[in-house]
Nanobody, 126 residues
């Protein structure tokens, strides 16, 4: 059973940066596709970014491309989404997700992930 724990959520002003973390129980021992999702009030959960832990390839949603960067540190069993140039519309609860196997060269949908963290809140004020 893969266990995930997010951290790093905070309140920031527009234009600011945050680095979230997702600690993964089995990051360096399994082939995983790691995804980051977010959900704001009244909206569906949307995919933000993902990374293949085996090949270190990354995928981004169009609305965060160029502003968000996802990386991994297998020594620390942790995934890091770095979020820059934050906008008020980035305000949401952010979730980490994991699924065994490949990312299949794309941003996988939430329904394709089995393991989820509890989420960390990001609030961006204008």
């Amino acid at each position: 059973q893969v266990q995930l724990m997010e951290s790093g959520g905070d309140s920031v002003q527009a234009g600011g940066s945050l680095r979230l973390s997702c600690r993964v129980s089995e990051l360096n021992s399994r082939r995983l596709c790691m995804g980051w999702f977010r959900q704001s009030l009244g909206k569906e959960r949307e995919g933000v970014a993902s990374i293949s832990t085996t090949f270190n390839t990354t995928y981004y949603a169009n609305n965060v491309q160029g502003r968000f960067t996802i990386s991994q540190d297998q020594r620390k069993n942790t995934i890091y989404p770095q979020m820059d140039s934050l906008k008020p519309e980035d305000t949401a609860m952010y979730y980490c997700a994991a699924e065994s196997g490949s990312c299949y060269g794309r941003l996988r949908s939430q329904h394709e992930y089995t393991h989820w963290g509890q989420g960390t809140q990001v609030t961006v004020s204008s």
